[in-house]
T-cell receptor, first 111, second 115 residues
Framework: QKEVEQNSGPLSVPEGAIASLNCTYS??????FFWYRQYSGKSPELIMF????GDKEDGRFTAQLNKASQYVSLLIRDSQPSDSATYLC???????????FGKGTSLLVTP | KAGVTQTPRYLIKTRGQQVTLSCSPI?????VSWYQQTPGQGLQFLFE???????NKGNFPGRFSGRQFSNSRSEMNVSTLELGDSALYLC??????????????FGQGTRLTVV
């Protein structure tokens, strides 16, 4: 079983701070990595994806990938209470089309 | 541009019954994937269809099946429902080319409750 591990949280950060969400994975054959945000009772919403080592920025979000250490992270700058949600990390293997999800990290941004 | 549409949004079924869920992908998307989400197991992959062919299947019993039509719309069926099948069933739509930058977008889901 190819594992995707996330700390379940909750991760609590004050408004305006940087939230750092981490994900480790066991499959070295993984190809692409995705971050989804899911509000309670809603479906997952794609934030961004990354497939090359290094950083990728999109607005307040930065994804970081380190394939040698098998981890991917998501940084949220200037966190807002509206960012409070569960953040899901997912990977896609080289040979497949399915997404393999972690169980998510709950983020709470306090005013 | 319309998003991914799943119907119905909510279902209540009795053990032993069967159920069919529907998913219409984003226009131009040819790949549809299905996932089951439960509090204990999280999001788990069921199967993926592209051009009416199943390309990938997850580790679920044969009671779970699906199909895709020529217009890319997809249905999944669960037969002989069990209490443990109660979950949020999510459909994801993508272009389907399989490239490293292929994004998948989710519908609103169908909440199935088995009683």
């Amino acid at each position: 079983q190819k594992e995707v591990e996330q700390n379940s949280g909750p991760l609590s950060v004050p408004e305006g701070a940087i939230a750092s969400l981490n994900c480790t994975y066991s499959d070295r054959g993984s190809q692409s990595f995705f971050w989804y945000r899911q509000y309670s009772g809603k479906s997952p919403e794609l934030i961004m994806f990354i497939y090359s080592n290094g950083d990728k920025e999109d607005g307040r979000f930065t994804a970081q990938l380190n394939k040698a250490s098998q981890y991917v992270s998501l940084l949220i700058r200037d966190s807002q209470p509206s960012d409070s949600a569960t953040y899901l990390c997912a990977l896609r293997e080289y040979s497949g089309y399915a997404l393999n999800f972690g169980k998510g990290t709950s983020l709470l941004v306090t005013p | 541009k319309a998003g991914v549409t799943q119907t119905p949004r909510y279902l209540i079924k009795t053990r032993g019954q069967q159920v069919t869920l529907s998913c219409s992908p984003i226009s131009g998307h040819r790949s549809v994937s299905w996932y089951q989400q439960t509090p204990g197991q999280g999001l788990q992959f069921l199967f993926e269809y592209f051009s009416e062919t199943q390309r990938n299947k997850g580790n679920f019993p044969g009671r779970f099946s699906g199909r895709q039509f020529s217009n890319s719309r997809s249905e999944m069926n669960v037969s002989t429902l069990e209490l443990g099948d109660s979950a949020l069933y999510l459909c994801a739509s993508s272009l389907g080319g399989g490239g490293v930058d292929t994004e998948a977008f989710f519908g609103q889901g169908t909440r199935l409750t088995v009683v």
